[in-house]
Every structure is written in C-alpha cells, then in structure tokens.
C-alpha cells in the first residue's frame, strides 16, 4: 500500500518537519507560481520607465531604467506568502534593495506608500522596508520579471504577505502618518505578517 501513495501527495498533505517549519499557519505550498492582479497587466516601456522616492525628503530622488540597472544589486533567495493561502519556497530574484534606494535620507517619514503603474498601491512601516528586508526586483529565476508577476519592476517585502509586494512598481511615497493602499483599505490586515495571520482587519 505504501507505493500506491506519491511522493508528492504525501509532501502536500504531510508536510515534513522542515516544511512545517518553514510554512506559516493556514498556507500550503505550492510548486506553481500563480497570478493575481486586481486589473489588466499595464505595458510600459523602458524608456519611459523611472522610479522615484518623493514625499517627506528634501529633494526627491529619480531613476531612469538606466540610472536603476546602474544601481548595486542583489540576488536573494526567499519564501513568499500569498493571503489566498499559497506560499512557494526558495523564489530567485535580483534586485536593488531599499536600503540603496533610501540611503542617507532625511525623513520624518514613518511609513511609505508604493505606488504603480495600474493605479495600486500599498502602505509598509519604514522601520520594515530597511534593513535588509525589501528589494524593488526585476529578475525572478534568472530571467527578465515577467509583466504579469510585475515586470520591468517589482517591490519584494517576502516577511509580509505578497500583496504588499507591489507589481509594476514605480516609486515609494514618504509619509508623515500612515495611509492605508488598495486592499489595505478594502478590509485586509494593515500589517500583513503571515506569521501572525495578519489576514483580515481584526485578525
Ligand atoms: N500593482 C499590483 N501589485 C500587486 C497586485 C495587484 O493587483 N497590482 N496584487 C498583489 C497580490 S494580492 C499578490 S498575492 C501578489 C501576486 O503576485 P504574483 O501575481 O506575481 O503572484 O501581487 C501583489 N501585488
Ligand atoms: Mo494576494
């Protein structure tokens, strides 16, 4: 009898230690890596592309497409956690980290609001975006961000869950007092720590 149970299905539905270890309460893993935008995959082209960091700073900063390739990268290898309860582990991807983008700013900013082309956005804590933890990336698995995973460009907050990392992402809003982004607003969890289940307003 115990042939007759794949190796894959045994995986899914008993997960082995390492496994649970590494999988945040209520999720299963996932081998796919699906899609899930709000709206139709927006189209821009590098030459037009920039990122800035605006809002609470002295002189807002801005990157073309070439200005950002320039900048220092990253190759990070981590665990994501979507909302809709799939996490996938060990996802590649290359980026430059936050801490480049925001180096040396005089802020008396708390939070951000990332902004994107389509129109979302999403609100993070800066104490949360620094610090090693979030990457404005633009390779997934070796290979040029696919537009609909948020291709040319895409926030990467992996210690939260995926919505806040922004698809199409073209700059980061400095503010002085937090402001909830699209589905913070629309009832999900403002924080979003899938560790905690931070899932729905209340949890
Ligand atoms: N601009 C934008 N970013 C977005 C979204 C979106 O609808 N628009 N969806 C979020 C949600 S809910 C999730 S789970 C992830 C999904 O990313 P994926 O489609 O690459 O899996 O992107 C997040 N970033
Ligand atoms: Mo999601």
Not at 42 to 64: I, K, M
Request: glycine share 10%; aromatic share 12%.
């Amino acid at each position: 009898m115990g042939g007759f149970v794949s190796r894959g299905f045994r995986s899914r539905r008993r997960p082995d230690a390492e496994t649970a270890e590494r999988l945040p309460p209520g999720q299963y893993l996932t081998r796919d890596f699906p899609v899930l935008s709000a709206g139709p995959t927006p189209r821009t082209s590098l030459s037009t592309w920039d990122f800035s960091v605006v809002g609470a700073l002295p002189e807002p900063r801005r990157w073309t497409w070439d200005e950002f390739q320039a900048l220092p990268t990253e190759t990070v290898t981590k665990d994501i956690h979507c909302v809709t309860k799939w996490s996938k582990f060990d996802t590649v991807w290359e980026g430059v980290s936050l801490d480049t983008l925001l180096a040396g700013v005089e802020t008396d900013a708390t939070h951000l609001v990332a902004f994107c082309d389509g129109g979302y956005t999403t609100n993070l804590p800066l104490a949360e975006v620094t610090g090693g933890r979030a990457w404005v990336a633009f390779t997934f698995d070796g290979a040029p961000l696919a537009p609909e995973h948020g291709g040319p460009a895409r926030l990467l907050v992996p210690h939260l869950y995926f919505w806040k990392s922004a698809k199409w992402v073209r700059g980061l809003e400095l503010v002085e007092r937090d402001r909830p982004g699209f589905w913070e607003t629309l009832g999900y969890h403002n924080h979003a720590d899938p560790w905690r289940e931070q899932r729905y307003q209340g949890d």
